[in-house]
């Protein structure tokens, strides 16, 4: 997906790196029905929940695989502000994935330099990663536990211009 960029970063602006790591993960067949985070879809949500401009996104080693880490480079001027937001979303994603014991996120200062997404880039991966359809899409009627198919986001990676995601659509029969 190619991104725009804004012209500049605001006067005062530090760009920060926040990191979500310590997801159980999976295979995206085999354990995509057992509830675990995606740790892509969910920096995602503490990106919109921080409300602060977005640099970029990194995330998951696999197209197969549930990611169980995931960053992204944001930009703020008022950094104790952030940490609370922080402590408070990690807080949450504890209470909501109890079986991640290791679940933690973590913040350092950013050496990327690159200005924030434009409003309308922004917008587009926001809604890209909501409305992807990413677990379940139909469990076996007749086979009670199994995936019959699912659909799951594996990878992003953020370059100058650009943004890519990796996918993988898995279906037990070959016309899915």
């Not at 740790?39 to 695989?65: C, H, Q, T, W, Y």
């Not at 409003?119 to 990413?134: D, G």
């Amino acid at each position: 997906m190619p991104i725009g960029r804004e012209a500049s970063v605001s006067s005062g602006f530090k760009a920060y790196k926040v990191t979500l790591s310590g997801l159980v993960g999976g295979h995206s067949g085999e354990d995509i029905h057992r509830g675990r985070g995606n740790a892509i879809s969910l920096i995602m949500r503490f990106v919109e929940k921080a409300n602060l401009p977005l640099v970029s996104m990194d995330g998951g080693s696999n197209r197969l695989a549930i990611p169980r880490e995931a960053s992204a480079v944001i930009m703020t001027d008022e950094l104790p502000a952030l940490e609370k937001i922080i402590k408070e979303y990690e807080s949450s994603l504890k209470e909501e994935y109890v079986s991640a014991a290791k679940l933690r996120m973590d913040i350092e200062e950013s050496e990327n330099t690159d200005p924030p997404l434009d409003t309308t880039s922004y917008m587009k991966l926001r809604l890209v990663l909501r409305a992807y359809p990413n677990g379940i899409i139909r469990m076996f009627d007749d086979m009670e536990g199994i995936v019959e198919s699912s659909d799951n986001i594996g990878i992003i990676e953020t370059s100058d211009d650009s943004i890519r995601l990796v996918s993988e659509v898995r279906g037990s029969y070959q016309d899915l």
